[in-house]
């Protein structure tokens, strides 16, 4: 395990350490399931599982081609399935600390990854709940010059429905470059990434609402929209 080297110029995938302590575990468990040596072997199995997190994680903070949290996200996924499924009784801990790990990653990949994609409106709410913060009602923010409803509606006029559609595109080509094939995570990152897309568009609706009410000022696209981008993106590659 301490001697795997990865290539720098190809996807990290899932390590050949990770896929050896499955085949490992799966020839054991067919020899000694129920052997009077047991014992030995749980310490064994506890030993090297300790070893592979470890250098999975030692792999992952070298790794220059994938991120962080992809090899992370991927290999502790792989060891979740393989631990959930091969039921070893003593690695249940480990088996709920590598569904930890791989839900933890995928939550930062997506949030990394995804950013900000409405950037601008992001800072726009930014200040204007700075603003309110220091004590400016809701509903008298629009009175405030750079908080008013004609810099709203510049704002949101540069994101029309178009635009935010061939930056999530983007977006998937670029996931897609970072996620192996074999661990078919491709489908769960993009739907985090709708979920994550979706909070923060209904951020701002309920900013809109309070802040501007009567105002009749919304967004260039809906829910229902971003649900179709997403899909369509999906259904496209």
Not at 33 to 50: C, P, S, T
Not at 54 to 63: C, L, M, Q, T
Not at 213 to 234: H, K, N, V, W
Request: glycine share 6%; proline share 2%.
């Amino acid at each position: 395990m301490e001697e795997v080297k990865i290539s720098k110029k190809s996807k990290v995938g899932i390590l050949p350490f990770v896929t050896g302590i499955e085949q490992f575990a799966e020839l054991a468990e067919t020899i000694f399931r129920n052997a009077e040596r047991r014992g030995d072997l749980d310490k064994a199995y506890v030993k090297l599982i300790r070893a592979v997190y470890f250098n999975v994680e030692k792999v992952a903070n070298e790794s220059q081609k994938t991120p962080r949290d992809v090899v992370m996200m991927e290999n502790f996924h792989h060891i979740f399935s393989t631990l959930s499924r091969l039921k070893i009784s003593c690695l249940e801990t480990e088996r709920k600390e590598a569904k930890y790990k791989y839900t933890d990653h995928l939550q930062s990949y997506v949030i990394y990854s995804l950013g900000q994609p409405l950037e601008k409106l992001n800072h726009f709410f930014e200040g204007v709940e700075a603003r309110v913060a220091q004590g400016v009602r809701e509903e008298e923010v629009s009175y405030q010059l750079a908080f008013n409803k004609q810099e709203l509606r510049k704002v949101i006029k540069e994101y029309p429905g178009k635009e935010v559609k061939k930056g999530l595109d983007n977006l998937y080509k670029k996931v897609d470059k970072h996620l192996c094939e074999e661990e078919n995570l491709l489908q769960v990152v993009w739907h985090s990434m709708q979920d994550e897309f979706i909070r923060q568009y209904k951020h701002f609706v309920g900013l809109i609402g309070r802040c501007y009410p009567g105002s009749g000022i919304t967004m260039d696209f809906t829910i229902q929209d971003i649900l179709e981008y997403f899909s369509s993106i999906a259904q496209s590659h």
